[in-house]
């Protein structure tokens, strides 16, 4: 089995080979000049090229195969350990070699755990001093020639240069991690404001019709539930059912595209006439309703009257021709004459029918009674 691709390994592990590899690297030249004068057996010069060059490829090799790669390198560094001061015992406790080899696997093990990882690395190292002891006895051999001295200066400090410059690339890296993450939930938090916003703008088209920009009949109905929902606590109010006269004669005289132009300007008239607490919604076709909520019918029907004079007051310039447009409106309150949306429609519809039967261009309140002629003369008739 392979080793995976250095992508699929963990960092650390990646890391750990690449200053384990250069370390060892560099204290095998350093055992080398000192064991010159001391002329060991084969078998140490065999062990040390396992140690110092076989051993961190190995290592990695094993390493990287582990599913729990953090964990394996973890225990691959307390074995450096525990091998590092083994061969510090079996060297005679050398006294700059022991300090390096000792040094740079406790700091080490303290850049990737604390405290707790020195105090690991040092029972791991205290088990190799005593294993060597164990396996050579005690041999106190603590001086180094100068080559060996100075080479293993050198090497320590470039085995600490190495871990601070890694040190270094990592806050580096973590940094614009943190800063690409930063940017990641700015750029996240704008598309979820921009996505909030089209939501709203597509809740509101959803309610809105395109032609004359007014609530249609979905938002009709949900906000008239809602009001009359609140019962006992509903307010009273005044539905208003608007139709403008003979508006099928336009559309088939002058066109569509002139109807509505009609129904944009009454549209106009109908927003500027209104309160803001006031619901205005295109019914369908050429019938809109209004809805005025703490309007009793009495006062509904003076302001339905201002609205019905200021449309029929106006002229709408169709094919070159002046045309005066009208309206004939129905007008039912609640609680008075209903006590459901359903009634109220009912109502004011009824209403409206008998202002188109006695002659258009009128507002009538509902009425459970036959009107007079009285009653229907509200607004001046118009014969078109």
């Keep these: 089995m392979g080793t995976p691709p250095s992508a699929n390994v963990h960092w650390m592990v990646r890391l750990n080979y690449r200053n384990r590899s250069l370390s ?3 204290m095998l030249s350093v055992l080398c000049l000192h064991l010159l004068d001391h002329q060991p057996g084969l078998l140490i010069w065999a062990l040390l090229g396992l140690q110092f060059l076989v051993y961190p490829h190995v290592l990695y090799r094993l390493v990287a195969r582990r599913k729990a790669m953090l964990r394996a390198e973890i225990r691959c560094m307390l074995l450096d350990a525990v091998l590092l001061g083994c061969w510090t015992a079996v060297l005679g406790f050398p006294l700059w070699i022991s300090f390096a080899l000792l040094i740079s696997v406790h700091v080490n093990l303290t850049v990737f755990r604390g405290m707790r990882g020195l105090l690991q690395c040092a029972c791991a190292s205290l088990c190799g001093i005593a294993f060597g002891l164990w396996g050579v006895g005690m041999q106190l051999s603590p001086e ?31 940094r614009r991690t943190r800063e690409q993450l930063r940017q990641s939930g700015r750029q996240l938090q704008q598309k979820l404001t921009e996505i909030h916003d089209l939501q709203i703008q597509l809740r509101e088209l959803a309610h809105r019709d395109p032609l004359t920009g007014l609530y249609n009949r979905r938002h009709l109905d949900s906000e008239l539930a809602r009001i009359l929902g609140e019962e006992p606590l509903a307010p009273a109010l005044s539905l208003l059912l608007i139709d ?8 088939d005289q002058f066109g569509h595209q002139a109807g509505d132009q009609v129904l944009a300007r009454l549209a106009g008239v109908l927003t500027s006439h209104c309160r803001k ?14 809805i005025m909520p703490e309007v009793a019918p009495a006062l509904a029907q003076q302001r339905a009257e201002r609205i019905r004079e200021a449309f029929a007051g106006m002229e709408v310039r169709l094919l070159q021709r002046r045309l005066k447009v009208t309206l004939s409106i129905g007008l039912a309150g609640y609680p008075g004459h209903a006590l459901t949306a359903e009634g109220l429609f009912r109502c004011a519809d009824q209403a ?25 003369s509200l607004g001046t008739p118009r014969t078109t």
């Design 277 to 290: 607490d006031d619901v205005i919604c295109r019914y369908g076709g050429e019938e809109f309703v209004i």
């Design 244 to 251: 403008i006269d003979h508006f099928k004669r336009i559309n």
């Design 352 to 376: 409206l029918y008998q202002a188109k039967a006695a002659g258009r261009n009128r507002t009538i309140i509902w009425q459970a009674e036959p009107l007079t002629e009285a009653d229907t």
């Design 144 to 174: 180094t020639n100068l080559q060996a001295t100075v080479a293993c200066i050198l090497a320590l400090s470039l085995y600490l240069l190495a871990v601070s410059n890694s040190a270094y690339l990592r806050s580096r890296s973590l």
């Design 24 to 26: 060892f690297m560099l």
